[in-house]
């Protein structure tokens, strides 16, 4: 008996110890699961012009230090409160706080675009060629907001982009199709609910997947040394 017990009690420190170290443990369905998992880092861009936070809010309060503008981009249905109204957004809406407002951190998912207020001076490509096609929602004199979208199969033509932030929301596959020398369409595929930061670039964009491309995408407004507009 005294044996039987004292492997009894041998299984039981080790299955306890397995949860209180976070081991991958089997499930019934031969899933697995970590009972040590992490909250990914809520930090997805700092550099030195943005700080782009993943559902969560850095800078919610009005004079953040370090901080100005900032834009909220919705990755689902989002009700914000602010102190210049409360707002209710879709997907791929966009709301802008000046450095003097403030908001309560909201619930659901959503990229939190924050404009450093030292920064060295925004890029642009040195030629400047409009992009079509685009949606323009917000312009001021540091930066505009336009929704990007193309068709299935289109094209657009060449265009410039100056320095940018991009959160990307739909699976589309983009090329740029005077690279595509051998007749083959490759082209690269966007991941939903993701976001970059993007250099100044002077392309053609061509939408090869059968979903239409929609970005929104904070364009910084460089100089016009900087890109000949």
Request: with cysteine; glycine share 8%; net charge neutral.
């Amino acid at each position: 008996m005294k044996r039987l017990f004292f492997v009894l009690l041998f299984l039981i420190f080790g299955v306890v110890n397995s949860y209180s170290n976070g081991i991958l443990l089997e499930t019934d369905n031969h899933s697995k699961i970590s009972t040590a998992e992490k909250s990914p880092d809520s930090v997805a861009i700092d550099n030195e012009y943005v700080r782009v936070m993943f559902n969560s809010s850095g800078c919610d309060n009005a004079k953040t230090p370090g901080f100005g503008t900032r834009v909220l981009v919705a990755l689902a249905d989002l009700k914000l409160e602010g102190s210049n109204g409360n707002k209710n957004l879709k997907r791929g809406g966009i709301a802008v706080f000046q450095e003097n407002e403030s908001y309560n951190k909201p619930i659901g998912e959503y990229f939190e675009v924050s404009f450093k207020t030292s920064h060295p001076p925004y890029k642009g490509p040195g030629e400047w060629l409009e992009p079509v096609k685009n949606k323009m929602v917000y312009e001021d004199n540091q930066f505009r907001i336009f929704e990007e979208i193309l068709g299935p199969g289109e094209t657009r033509p060449l265009h410039s982009h100056n320095q940018r932030v991009v959160v990307k929301l739909n699976p589309a596959r983009l090329t740029d199709p005077r690279f595509n020398t051998d007749g083959t369409k490759k082209g690269s595929l966007q991941v939903p609910n993701s976001v970059k930061f993007a250099e100044p670039i002077v392309h053609v964009v061509q939408n090869i997947s059968d979903v239409p491309l929609f970005n929104i995408v904070i364009e910084l407004k460089a100089p016009i040394s900087e890109t000949g507009k």
